[in-house]
């Protein structure tokens, strides 16, 4: 017995030894200092305002509206802001960051890497006044021609010998600025004017006003600009409501899905809101679209074995539209988790005429599709298309927003859908895919919806909603691909020709949180046809406004 207690006793100092020799895992400290990224926020909302980063990195600088929302008599309080950066893992920052701060003069942050090295930041923050230019027009010989900018030049594009020696200038700048010629006052434009712009904050911003024969394309979009931006506040947004927007004459129209729904009608040269469009039905809708010609087409929101009503309106001021479609959800082959439809519902050609509707059908692999002729719907049931090639895996379904969007008026037109896995070219025939966007987020951005649809100067256009970080933190931009070529579809982001294929990418548009992820586009023209705008609404964001033109600088 006490031999086995000896070797029981020198078993376990052995393991005792073997286990202190054994070395714990050593955690490396993280050593870097470097800031990211830096931005502010007003208290109470969700709209940053984001910085730049010096090149030796040791201050950032803030610029910030003077107001907010910029044309509100709501001066911003630089002692009252939030601030936020991002920081490496590891590091720590002083003073510490998240609660209301005072930035009427510099404010030093010090970041210490997790190795104890540490670096200061210095963070500006300006107030600045707005010194854009909205809108720049001449009215002469009784007609009214609007400036395209080129740099800070404002150019007037005019046929040679036109005679501009007397011609009216219309300024539009921020209420909050001031221009060095008033608006309404004559100009001799036979040689470039110069205009000056003082903003609220004291600073100056001069630009040019030239007449220019203009370089016109056989092919594709020119110069383009900027027309406005809405925030959700400018327009009243409630939270997670306003999803649908269409365009028609001088109007745009925007969908709120409270219930019953509201269709407001905006001014789509400068955002301002008009009036109430007539509803003949009441609850729910989610969509108005426009066809080729300006009529709109609404829809009533119907789940399962509900009616889905669709009516025509001859335009935004319309008093009596008319009834299209009367139709119960209740066709059996759409096999679906959701089964509603009149979420989305894409147009292509003229209702008075020969056009095919589609509407997607919630978490399914189905479109319901309407054939028009010379006016009429061919049939109250709609055809089921099933989409043979959703991609994700064969038990992947396209989600709730998914578009389909024709691209003929052709019975079986060829197609796009745009949901959460792909965008793609769809054989009409045969409902299978035909080719795609590469499947990658520098392509179509990590979240991609809605569609829309258009030919400008001899080429056609898609017109998607990129989403960027992730899409219920609602940060989009419009991107306009050029599909006149559908073979371009698929080049990848690195290759040197995506440029040919994704032609814009606007600045983005950022709203708070919406874990729908719901935004709208649509396209319209000047009545002679020579420019293209395009309109994108973020669910929670506002509205953006862009114009193309045909011509080059």
């Not at 150019?155 to 011609?167: E, K, M, R």
């Amino acid at each position: 017995m006490k031999s086995i207690l000896h070797k029981l006793t020198a078993a376990c100092g052995l393991l005792l030894v073997l286990n202190a020799c054994v070395k714990p895992d050593v955690i490396e400290r993280n050593e870097g200092i470097d800031v990211a990224n830096v931005w502010t926020e007003i208290p109470g909302l969700k709209e940053r305002f984001t910085g730049t980063i010096s090149a030796d990195k040791d201050t950032a600088y803030i610029d910030m509206s003077y107001f907010y929302p910029a044309e509100s008599d709501n001066e911003v309080d630089l002692t009252n802001l939030i601030l936020r950066t991002s920081i490496p893992v590891d590091a720590t920052i002083t003073p510490s960051l998240g609660t209301p701060m005072d930035f009427s003069k510099p404010v030093t942050l010090t970041v210490t890497s997790g190795t104890g090295v540490s670096r200061q930041l210095v963070v500006v923050v300006r107030k600045m006044g707005d010194l854009s230019v909205k809108k720049a027009e001449i009215t002469f010989g009784g007609q009214t021609l609007e400036a395209v900018a080129n740099g800070d030049d404002l150019v007037f594009f005019v046929l040679p010998g036109t005679d501009l020696s007397a011609a009216t200038l219309n300024l539009q700048v921020s209420r909050h600025s001031r221009t060095s010629i008033a608006s309404g006052e004559v100009i001799n434009l036979t040689n470039p004017v110069p205009v000056t712009v003082t903003g609220v904050d004291g600073r100056t911003k001069t630009y040019t006003l030239v007449a220019r024969e203009p370089r016109r394309l056989d092919y594709g979009v020119g110069i383009n600009r900027k027309l406005w931006t809405k925030t959700a506040a400018d327009l009243g947004f409630a939270a997670n409501m306003e999803v649908g927007l269409a365009v028609s004459g001088n109007h745009l129209v925007m969908v709120t899905r409270t219930n019953p729904a509201k269709y407001t009608v905006l001014d789509r040269a400068t955002g301002e809101k008009v009036g109430q469009m007539t509803l003949p039905f009441t609850g729910l809708s989610f969509q108005v679209v426009n066809d080729s010609v300006g009529n709109l087409l609404g829809a009533s929101w119907a789940p399962k074995n509900s009616k889905l009503l669709l009516y025509k309106w001859k335009n935004a001021l319309d008093p009596a539209p008319v009834k299209l479609v009367d139709w119960t959800n209740n066709n059996p082959a759409a096999v679906s988790l959701d089964g509603g439809v009149g979420r989305r519902v894409n147009i292509f050609g003229d209702l008075d005429k020969d056009a095919v509707i589609m509407a997607t059908v919630g978490q399914s692999k189905y479109i319901y599709k309407w054939i028009v002729r010379n006016g009429v719907v061919q049939s109250q049931t709609p055809t089921v298309v099933e989409y043979k090639s959703v991609a994700g895996g064969a038990a992947s379904l396209m989600g709730y927003y998914a578009e389909a969007q024709p691209v003929s008026a052709d019975e079986n037109t060829n197609y796009f859908v745009n949901y959460q896995f792909e965008v793609a070219l769809v054989n009409g025939a045969t409902n299978e895919r035909t080719i795609a966007v590469s499947n990658e987020p520098s392509a179509y951005g990590i979240f991609h919806m809605p569609t829309d649809y258009a030919k400008f100067n001899n080429a056609t256009y898609l017109a998607i909603v990129k989403y960027f970080d992730t899409y219920d933190l609602n940060k989009v931009r419009m991107s306009l691909l050029d599909v006149t070529n559908p073979s371009n579809l698929s080049i990848p982001a690195t290759d040197p020709r995506f440029s040919s294929l994704n032609v814009f990418n606007s600045d983005l548009l950022t709203g708070a949180v919406n874990a729908n992820g719901t935004a709208d586009i649509c396209i319209g023209f000047s009545p002679d046809k020579e420019r293209m705008q395009v309109y994108m609404l973020l669910t929670n964001g506002g509205i953006m406004a862009h114009e193309f033109t045909k011509y080059a600088p």
